[in-house]
Each structure stands twice: as structure tokens, then as C-alpha cells.
């Protein structure tokens, strides 16, 4: 099975402020990589597909990159609706994997 | 638009089954893979497997092959899960969801809470 090493735990960070999380895959995954955010009690939305697209109606400010074998996704101003917990998706390959999450707080 | 509309909450006994459903609309049923995820309580996510409903072809996470079983039935759009040989382990939130034409799991179920206890 693919690994995803998801980074880090938790973040706390200050409105406006950039924040980054990291996923490193087990092995090549190409760019089949999604990230979702979810709210208490809500079920995970989809934010970015393929490591870099932007899913519909979600807002400019989150962006997703790759470098080899590790994808992060970057906030780049922090909004007061940004709280939740972070998930990045394996979708190369049965079973696919999720990291382990990163919970997001505002400082 | 799309929508997931999930079973509501079970409570079930140590070594029964549970069957859960996910009813799909807004789209073509047939048209789209099923996916079931299981999310026990404070901890991340993890994939069960997902049906075909046009064929009934599944394909299975190795960890829950013998507990869970897939199914569809086409004529109401509704696709199943049933959990088998429940433990504690198992209590825990599922949801269906559904690949988009851009994205996986770009659509999710409220979700079921199932809760297993004597």
C-alpha cells in the first residue's frame, strides 16, 4: 500500500498569514493527489485535484504544488473560515491512502 | 446538483451486522463508481472500497474483505454497505461518495454514525 506522510499535526497561525502542509507519498504517485478540508461535524470537501487544480468554488487563496514525491497545499492569507482538519488523497492506486491530517487553528 | 442522502444513525450489538445506504440523485447513477469511507472518532480517513453500479464490479481495501459487503440496486439509485461481525473497532462514521468529473471523491454523504455496543 502507498504511505502518505502528512505534516504537520497541527498548526496554529494568524489571520493573513501563509500556511503550508506537506504530504510525502511512499512512492511515485504522479499527480494523483487531492487535498480536502473539513469542518467539524461536516463531511471532507474537495480543494484541489490532480496536486494542483483548484476545485470548483473553492477560493483563489488555496493552491497546491508538487516537488517529486511530496505535495503541499498553501493558504496563502489565512481567512477566519480556514479552521478545520487538512486530509491529502492517494488516488494512483488501490487501496488509495489518506495522510493522517492536520488540524488547522487560528493564533 | 449532486447529493448523497445517507442512512441515519445505527446502534448495533458486539457480533451483528449493520446495513447502510446511500441514496444518489442529481446525476445518472449509473455512470459513477461509489466509494465508501470509514472515519472512526478523532482519526483520519480511511477507504473501504467502491462499487460499480452499472456492472456491480467492486474492488475492495484488503483490510475490510471479509467485513464489508457492496451492493447497488439500480432501479432506486441507491447503493449499500453492510458491516459484518461488528466490534468496538467498528464503531465509527461512514460515508459514500463520489468521483467528479475533475476530482476524486468530489462528492461525500452526510455520512452514518454507527455505534457498537452492548
Known amino acids: 500500500d502507498i504511505q502518505m506522510t502528512q505534516s504537520p499535526a497541527s498548526l496554529s497561525a494568524s489571520l493573513e498569514e501563509i500556511v503550508t502542509i506537506t504530504c510525502q507519498a511512499s512512492q511515485d504517485i504522479g499527480n494523483w493527489l487531492a487535498w480536502y478540508q473539513q469542518k467539524p461535524g461536516k463531511s471532507p470537501q474537495l480543494l484541489i485535484y490532480g496536486a494542483t487544480s483548484l476545485a470548483d468554488g473553492v477560493p483563489s487563496r488555496f493552491s497546491g504544488s508538487r516537488s517529486g514525491t511530496q505535495y503541499s497545499l498553501k493558504i496563502s492569507r489565512l481567512q477566519v473560515e480556514d479552521p478545520g482538519i487538512y486530509y491529502c488523497l492517494q488516488g494512483y492506486s488501490a487501496p488509495f491512502t489518506f495522510g493522517s491530517g492536520t488540524k488547522l487553528e487560528i493564533k | 446538483q449532486v447529493k448523497l442522502l445517507q442512512s441515519g444513525a445505527a446502534l448495533v450489538k458486539p457480533g451483528d451486522s449493520v446495513k447502510m445506504s446511500c441514496k444518489a440523485s442529481g446525476y445518472t447513477f449509473t455512470d459513477y463508481i461509489i466509494h465508501w469511507v470509514k472515519q472512526s472518532h478523532g482519526k483520519s480517513l480511511e477507504w473501504i472500497g467502491y462499487?460499480?453500479?452499472?456492472?456491480?464490479?467492486?474492488n475492495y481495501n484488503e483490510k475490510f474483505k471479509s467485513k464489508a459487503t457492496l451492493t447497488v440496486d439500480k432501479s432506486s439509485s441507491t447503493a449499500y454497505m453492510e458491516f459484518s461481525r461488528l466490534t468496538s473497532e467498528d464503531s465509527a462514521i461512514y460515508y459514500c461518495a463520489r468521483n467528479g468529473i475533475r476530482g476524486p471523491f468530489a462528492y461525500w454523504g452526510q455520512g452514518t454514525l454507527v455505534t457498537v455496543s452492548s
Open positions: 462499487i460499480n453500479p452499472y456492472s456491480g464490479g467492486t
